[in-house]
DNA sequence: TTTACTGCAAAGGGTTTGCATGAGG
DNA sequence: CCTCATGCAAACCCTTTGCAGTAAA
């Protein structure tokens, strides 16, 4: 999505549209690893730096109410989210780390088929987390029961 | 699972069984609703009326570590889940229930198989969530555009 | 010019922690 | 008996709110 597109998308939902908010617009859609408050606010702050997190969370709520990102609520703090599309989150319970995979995207959405289609529930989105060991942190842990 | 299974289970992980963690145990386990820490509070302060959120907070963290429920981080604050098989959860954005279906479940253990075989990702557990309207809420929503 | 956003500070609320007492094994 | 759990209170920290000044349209 190029600024251009993202200004277009504010303006069509009536959203004031300001530096902040597409600098923290950009900052979670050109990310990958579901940023949290705090790191979004530390990538933003070198061109913003009087920003507070209240700008921040206010800013996240326009956009996930305007469709353009999705909260992830975790245990500690949440995330976001900018790939909308029906797809997994592979969590690492070692190292908090978030990524999406491309394996399994045609299941989850026949899965949403299946449930918008055979349940009286009115689907609107989904999250689809796999929690686990990333391959670094499976490697550091349990180091093969080697011999003393 | 019968209250002696719960016992031995528990004693298994070295934990001490005292009436409190089976009262907080069973208030989950015998559950369908994905219970809060407030509402297990509600259900159990009846037996134990000097029970503190502390202790059930502890409770769930030392159930949580034996692997007979798992939390279910929400944006608000988190619920707990007893049915530890894959399968899909409904979450209502209205009315906040979150109810689990059977739909679907076939598919989602077929999508544990293929994400544990085919990526470099150890997995321990998944949590499959759709959020959308429940069928009540989803029927005082939106009147289906009747004239005036 | 009007309306709504930003920044700041304070409050809110779910969750965690420290410690003395009490109960489990 | 010794260790660990409970209960109580205070602390923590993420998030929300209220308000005055300021920028978008």
């Avoid at 730096?49 to 109410?65: D, F, N, R, W």
């Avoid at 599309?85 to 045609?106: I, R």
């Avoid at 299946?114 to 529930?121: G, K, T």
Wanted: charged share 20%.
């Amino acid at each position: 999505m190029t600024q251009q597109e993202l200004v277009a998308w504010l303006r069509e939902w009536g959203v004031r549209v300001t530096p902040q908010r597409l600098a923290i617009a950009e900052a979670v859609l050109n990310s990958t690893d579901h940023p949290s408050v705090q790191q979004i606010y530390e990538r933003v702050r070198d061109h913003f730096p009087s920003m507070t997190l209240a700008t921040i969370y206010s800013t996240l709520g326009v956009l996930e109410k305007s469709g353009l990102i999705q909260e992830l609520p975790f245990a500690k703090q949440s995330r976001y989210e900018s790939n909308l599309e029906p797809h997994v989150n592979l969590v690492c319970v070692e190292c908090g780390n978030v990524v999406d995979t491309e394996l399994g995207q045609e299941a989850v959405l026949r899965l949403k088929s299946l449930i918008s289609q055979e349940s009286n529930f009115d689907v609107a989105w989904q999250r689809v987390d796999f929690h686990g060991w990333c391959r670094r942190c499976a490697a550091n842990r349990a180091p093969e029961a080697s011999p003393a």
